[in-house]
């Protein structure tokens, strides 16, 4: 574009799906180390492309747009293989590539003793082509393509072991949850369509930009219905029940696609379109409170979850929820920033869960642990890393992304302090739950005992090799360090992140800094320099709190189970009630299976299977061929073959023809009027 | 005063029903075979007659055309008759039911 040289985008998601034909065509064939050689080289490729891309970033144009060919050309409507380049595309082809990479190297010492070796990263690569493709993509159709094939890809690597009811179960339920929010993503094309008559991002954006009384109306009716689909892929309330089942894949399937890539997908949609969100401001409150309301509840549920994936299921729900509440507020960079940070430490925790759980050959319940901080120091070190970073403890990085996200929460107009409040409350109770599955972990003594189930082979507890250690050190260092780069001008930093993402963000973003620059009676010029002073010590003040906030929650865990282990009994049993709904979730699964899932099976197997499967179709079909064998039944008789019958029938129809013209029917009126003229 | 015409197409009509009734009620394909004949033939006595009647002869080389279509019919017929009886043993037309040999 422009003479500029061509960055070949294409070839970045393109490597991973060579990698996932050659292993998913020849995989079975191949030894594991030319298959783990194959993930590796094709995803590392496309790292270092992306890696290179960032190198050169200060001289590109932005944003850079590269179409390979048409798709779809149908009247005025047109829809490209079109990918481009920006910079919150920038940082999310990092995430995906960068954390991706570090995961399949784990992996490959995680699988080792698999089955199935060559089919578990032929289906990774597999993600991780869609996964780009989702992110570069330049339209809607496009994003929708990798949007749907990340939810085929989760859904096969749900079902990795396939041979387990509940595997397939999880695989399942996850497909047709994200369904119903790709339905509203459809949804979401059809009204662009039809009100821009393009899916490009840049042409919808554009037009919006030209046209700013366009507010409300239908872009709500859009926003809301992206919404849908981003509840669905982020699992944010109410569409979150996939992602705790999603826990019975592999766990660095779960470190991957269900913590750090996948399910950021909704977050990256919205910040997306935001211009659209922006114009919207019934659809952003919507997002706010579905992401307050997220955070807080998958927190509650994680604090009384045994299993030590399902807590971080819970925990990742509940982050998603922050990163939510953040584009709710249109604070959209704090949200990115949020993803970011995220991605390190809960693909960290994921991973560092995999390696306890690998150490203890696949046990999986926080109970009959305990007592490993010496077995396995280079995990337990590692977690520490990423137990503090979600915490948000200063400085590591989960700190100055969720103070980011609490500070533009507090500040922005209308129900702000109540989503803070909520936010801050949800930062107790997240200080708590990973301080709870820190110490249970790895303090105190071991509770169960050594089992072998997992047919590692290996007995005891051993640390994990070191091509797993290896990716958890270089997550734990991006943790600790990770938040840095957008650590806040409150705090003496430059907030680096935050301007790096202004060119995509600002855009068409007015109405909420307006709003808030609004409450200073300053002329606008001298407006800026007082109020961000002022902003500056309320962030101080916000972060001083969160802080303590964190603390807190770090010492009640470690009050309840370092401690004073049986204090969390006696709190159980004194508030029963209460215990026994959050211990079961809410019954938001059973709810959800009475009021939907029952009816819709009821409706299934009544209406559409007995009566119009089997009554209408199939009856259709029985009858027809019924009918025609009766009628054949009684016409065959005439074919006899019988030269008498054949004959007698002659006989017969000459007969009746010749009665009825003698008394005066005439088929042929015309031949029968003709007068034979007598010659003379 | 010749005959009269009536009594021709009457005569005709009555060998004309007897073939029809032969046709329908012989089993014995050789009789079904002359029942045809006769049923041929009576059409070819109204043809002379009504050549005669109205003085024209087209009708009567229509009943030369006749006979020239019933002796290769019965050649034909014959043949095929034989071909039945030699794999059947039988000349019954209700064993004869099957469209082929």
Redesign the interface.
């Known amino acids: 574009m422009n003479g500029a040289p061509s960055l070949h985008l294409w070839l970045i998601p393109l490597l991973p799906f060579a990698g996932f034909l050659l292993n998913g065509l020849l995989g079975r064939r191949l030894p594991n180390q030319i298959v783990s050689l194959i993930a590796l080289l094709s995803t590392g490729a496309s790292f270092v492309l992306v890696l290179n891309i960032a190198a050169h970033f200060s001289s590109l144009s932005l944003p850079y747009t590269e179409s390979v060919g048409t798709w779809i050309q149908a009247g005025t409507f047109r829809a490209d293989f079109a990918y481009s380049l920006d910079q919150l595309t920038l940082i999310m082809l990092l995430i995906v590539t960068g954390v991706g990479f570090l995961i399949h190297i784990y992996s490959v010492g995680y699988m080792a003793h698999e089955e199935g070796f060559w089919r578990f990263f032929a289906y990774l690569n597999l993600f991780m082509f869609f996964m780009l493709t989702l992110v570069l993509a330049e339209n809607f159709l496009l994003v929708f393509v990798g949007w749907e094939g990340v939810g085929l890809a989760s859904y096969l690597l749900i079902g990795f072991y396939f041979t387990k009811n509940s595997a397939a179960n999880a695989g399942k339920k996850a497909f047709v949850v994200n369904r119903i929010g790709d339905f509203g993503f459809l949804v979401a094309m059809f009204l662009v369509i039809a009100h821009f008559g393009t899916l490009s991002f840049h042409e919808v954006f554009a037009q919006i930009a030209q046209h700013p009384e366009l507010h409300g109306g239908f872009l709500t009716a859009i926003a809301l219905c992206l919404v849908l689909g981003a509840t669905g892929k982020s699992a944010q309330i109410p569409l979150y029940v996939w992602l705790p089942d999603a826990m019975e894949g592999p766990t660095p399937v779960s470190a991957l696609i269900h913590a750090a890539t996948m399910v950021t997908a909704g977050i990256y949609m919205t910040v997306r379109c935001h211009a659209i969100f922006d114009r919207s401001p019934l659809a952003l409150s919507v997002v706010a409170i579905i992401g307050a309301a997220t955070a807080f509840f998958a927190a509650t549920v994680g604090i009384l979850q045994t299993d030590i994936k399902r807590v971080l299921a819970y925990s990742t729900i509940s982050q998603l929820g922050y990163m939510f509440m953040a584009c709710g507020v249109a604070a959209y960079s704090a949200g990115i920033f949020h993803l970011l940070t995220h991605a390190f430490f809960k693909a960290l925790l994921f991973l560092a869960a995999g390696s306890v759980i690998h150490a203890l050959n696949g046990e999986q319940d926080m109970r009959e642990m305990g007592g490993l901080r010496t077995k396995i120091p280079i995990t337990f070190w590692t977690m520490t890393a990423g137990v503090v970073a979600i915490a948000g403890i200063p400085p590591f990085a989960g700190f100055v992304s969720k103070d980011e996200i609490l500070y533009r929460t507090f500040i922005s107009p209308g129900i702000g302090p109540v989503l803070w409040f909520v936010g801050l409350f949800t930062a107790l109770l997240t200080s708590f739950y990973m301080f709870r599955l820190y110490f249970l972990t790895f303090f105190g003594e071991r509770r169960g005992t050594d089992h072998e189930e997992h047919g590692h082979g290996s007995h005891g507890v051993h640390e994990s090799p070191g091509i797993m250690l290896f990716p958890l050190a270089i997550l734990a260092v991006l943790s600790v360090i990770g938040g840095w780069v957008g650590w806040p001008e409150a705090l003496g930093g430059g907030d680096w992140f935050g301007h790096f993402l202004d060119p995509v963000i600002s855009a068409s973003h007015l109405s909420f800094e307006q709003m808030s620059v609004a409450t200073s009676t300053f002329g606008t010029a001298a407006t800026n320099v007082p109020l961000s002073e002022g902003s500056h010590t309320v962030e101080l003040i916000l972060a001083l709190v969160s802080t303590l906030v964190a603390l807190l929650g770090a010492f009640t865990a470690y009050l309840f189970y370092v401690r004073k282990p049986e204090l969390p009994g006696k709190l159980a049993k004194q508030f029963s009630g209460i215990y026994g709904v959050v211990f079961n979730k809410y019954w938001v699964d059973e709810v959800y299976g009475a009021m939907i899932v029952r009816p819709i099976n009821f409706f299934a197997r009544v209406v559409l299977w007995w009566t119009v499967d089997r009554v209408l179709v199939d009856g259709a079909g029985i009858g027809a061929a019924a009918g025609a064998t009766g009628l054949g039944g009684i016409v065959r008789r005439l074919q006899s073959g019988n030269i008498r019958s054949y004959a007698g029938w002659l006989a017969v129809g000459a007969a009746a023809l010749l009665l009825l013209i003698y008394f005066g029917y005439h088929p042929f009126t015309q031949v029968a009027q003709i007068q034979i003229v007598r010659p003379k | 005063m010749a005959v009269p015409i009536a009594y021709y197409l009457v005569l005709s009509a009555i060998l004309f029903s007897i073939g ?1 009734g032969a ?2 009620i012989k ?1 014995n394909i050789i009789t ?1 075979f002359m029942s045809i004949e006769l049923m041929l033939n009576a059409v070819n006595l109204t043809f002379v007659a009504f050549a005669h009647q ?3 002869v087209g009708g009567q080389i229509f009943v030369f055309f006749v006979m020239v279509v019933a002796a290769a019919e019965a050649a034909v017929g014959l043949a095929i008759i034989i071909a039945v009886f030699r794999t059947r043993n039988t000349l019954n ?2 064993a ?4 082929k040999l």
């Open positions: 029809v046709f329908l089993r079904v109205w003085h024209q037309v209700d004869v039911d099957l469209l």
